[in-house]
């Protein structure tokens, strides 16, 4: 099954900036939706932002105003532009895209480490 491979993550400060990046490891015709999901140390992971195949977006409201979500259909890639970031923005950050052929797929994780 293909997977997603997400990138960017790393070290920041409060309140600097960060690009993530996931791309599938092979080919896959189309996502139907993608999204972002993260898990911080101890916690259950928890929905970040979706996004449609239109470009519909939605954002938990954690993140709402700070972070945006964005895709490359020609190319099934899926960003996440954080900004503002915060120390409990600490997490592995997950992308998944349900593809048209029904199927849920997931990445391994990025990690992002936001330091006071």
């Known amino acids: 099954q293909v997977q997603l491979v997400e990138s960017g993550g790393g070290f920041v400060q409060a309140g600097e900036s960060l690009t993530l990046s996931c791309v599938p490891s092979g080919t896959i015709s189309t996502f139907v939706n993608m999204g972002w999901y993260r898990q911080a140390p101890g916690k259950e992971r928890e929905f970040v932002a979706f996004?449609?195949?239109?470009?519909?977006?939605n954002y938990a409201s954690s993140v709402a105003g700070r972070f945006t979500a964005s895709r490359d259909n020609s190319k099934n890639m899926l960003f996440l532009q954080m900004n503002a970031v915060k120390v409990e923005d600490t997490g592995v950050y997950y992308c998944?895209?349900?593809?048209?052929?029904?199927?849920?797929?997931w990445g391994q994780g990025t990690q992002v480490i936001v330091s006071s």
């Open positions: 996004i449609s195949s239109g470009g519909s977006t």
């Open positions: 998944n895209g349900f593809s048209d052929s029904g199927q849920w797929h």
